[in-house]
């Protein structure tokens, strides 16, 4: 057992370094397994995650002092605080949208168990690692995209059954009608398939605590799907048949609120209890094993394992640092948008572009539509030369941001994140013998409860003019130094005294 305490203070410092790290990307997460929005999930594994740390201290690490390893594990590191500013840069606000940072977790993770356990550490802790992965929605999104299809299915299920029951009533999509001419929706909030992500993701780091076989484990997981399953079904039969007999009370209405988080503790509870069913057992602490790890640790102390514990707290603050902008990040969940973009949604972005332009200028001409989108200006009356023109052009789902007219020459391209997270792209571009000062961006667009992204591209022929200049005043310190590694990893090591376009500036940045 001697060396036991070492894997302790291991483990614990690495829950702390994780802890600091993560301060920020936890923050932005809502703590609440929402009904509307099944990416919301991602709570319980970002929770679990540090459950799933604690529970490795099953695992037979071995700590060794290696200079090797502290740089390895220093390397590491580096990648993922330049991941994290590039892909912020390239992605703009799909970074958070999709929680792309949680992709980038194992990195970080993987930086700090090689600091003190080695690359044996990292083939010890891979369920640790890859268990990181679903802190994304992004790894899921296939089946979170099915909650339609879903809500369908249970639909149909519940009017089956009702009318089995002998209940007077008919069907037309989700929305079930009874002899009385009122109707009912099992909609996707009655069974959101988040909630069984949200399940399976608390249940895999108790089935991996647990000694048994690995078939053993996936059965207990698979039968807690089915008995989470089972017990929404039943939920939504019960309502619906007290709907059709009796209408829809307070008492119903009530139930129908709270019901379903009842039933996923529920399920959870039951899990647990049931075990040893499927024979999974927790091993028990052998008697006397806390004072061995005491006499261990009074006999080495802190020797030798100071300088990594102390490294994987300073490495911990700066990931916190280099996440701090995600406080105000402009994203949507990636379920919200629209598969298909009618000519009302249409409609109505447009009206939202026109208003958001008169916002940064008095004199807006909406120009018209094109194939590559909507043309507006914002006319300069005095000098027509230094009037700024805008296309843009609504997509379907979370865009990066893009160039939307074609252009023979590009040079000068310069990018900065902004503190929203949107990242602003800025170019000089020849069309012809004319030169432009270009920029573009995307933003996610609220319209009437979906979701569209806005691709702009706002341009102005060059001219002497003294462009927007942007620096750590305007974007903050750590926006700043993700930007230069963003422009430094595209090959962009040198600028002119070109700028932004103010306009373009005020529109990305929306206060």
Request: hydrophobic share 50%; proline share 3%.
């Amino acid at each position: 057992m001697e060396g036991n305490s070492r894997k302790l203070i291991g483990i614990m410092f690495i829950f702390a370094g994780l802890a600091i790290a993560m301060v920020n990307i936890m923050l932005i997460t809502n703590f609440s397994i929402l009904d509307t929005n099944p990416t919301t999930y991602v709570i319980v594994p970002m929770l679990m995650l540090f459950a799933l740390l604690i529970f490795s201290l099953k695992e037979k690490l071995v700590f060794s002092y290696n200079k090797r390893n502290v740089l390895f594990g220093l390397v590491l590191f580096i990648i993922y605080i330049l991941l994290i500013s590039y892909l912020r840069g390239a992605l703009s606000s799909v970074f958070g949208t999709y929680g792309i940072y949680a992709l980038i977790l194992p990195v970080l993770i993987s930086s700090f168990v090689i600091i003190f356990f080695g690359i044996d550490g990292i083939k010890r802790l891979k369920t640790l690692i890859i268990y990181s992965l679903f802190c994304s929605p992004l790894i899921l999104m296939p089946i979170l995209y099915q909650n339609s299809a879903f809500a369908n299915a249970n639909a149909y299920f519940v009017y089956d059954v009702l009318k089995l029951f002998g209940a007077p009533v008919s069907i037309n999509g989700i929305v079930i009608t009874s002899a009385l001419n009122t109707s009912i929706s099992i909609a996707t909030t009655c069974a959101p398939l988040g909630i069984f992500a949200a399940l399976v993701m608390f249940l895999v780091p108790v089935a991996y605590l647990y000694e048994g076989k690995l078939s053993r484990k996936a059965l207990w997981i698979l039968s807690g799907i089915v008995l989470l399953l089972l017990f929404n079904l039943m939920r939504m039969f019960v309502i619906s048949l007290s709907w059709a007999y009796y209408g829809i009370g307070p008492a119903v209405t009530l139930f129908h609120i709270f019901a379903g988080q009842i039933l996923f503790y529920i399920a959870i509870i039951a899990m647990l209890l049931v075990g040893t069913k499927y024979g999974l057992v927790i091993k028990r602490i052998k008697k006397g094993m806390f004072g061995i790890i005491a006499k261990d640790f009074g006999k080495r102390g802190m020797n030798g394992i100071a300088l990594q514990s102390f490294l994987v707290i300073v490495l911990g603050v700066i990931g916190l640092l280099f996440t701090l902008p995600y406080l105000n990040i402009v994203n949507a969940s990636p379920t919200f948008f629209y598969n298909e973009i009618n000519s009302t949604a249409y409609l109505y972005s447009l009206r939202g572009i026109g208003s958001a332009l008169s916002l940064v200028s008095s004199n807006v001409i909406f120009i018209g539509s094109t194939y590559a989108g909507a043309g507006f200006a914002l006319v300069n009356q005095s000098n027509l030369n230094n009037s700024v023109y805008v296309i843009a052009n609504v997509s379907s789902s979370p865009s990066l941001g893009r160039l939307i007219t074609n252009y023979t020459d590009i040079y000068d391209m310069h990018s900065y994140i902004l503190r929203n997270g949107i990242t602003l792209h800025g170019a000089i571009e020849m069309s012809g013998n004319l030169s432009f000062d270009v920029d573009y961006f995307a933003i996610p667009y609220n319209v009437s409860g979906g979701f569209v992204s806005v691709d702009y591209e706002v341009f102005k022929l060059e001219t002497q003019y003294s462009p927007c200049k942007i620096g750590y005043s305007s974007i903050g310190a750590f926006n700043y130094i993700e930007s230069m590694i963003y422009n430094i990893l595209n090959g962009r090591l040198a600028y002119s005294n070109s700028g932004f376009i103010c306009k373009a500036y005020e529109l990305a940045e929306p206060r």
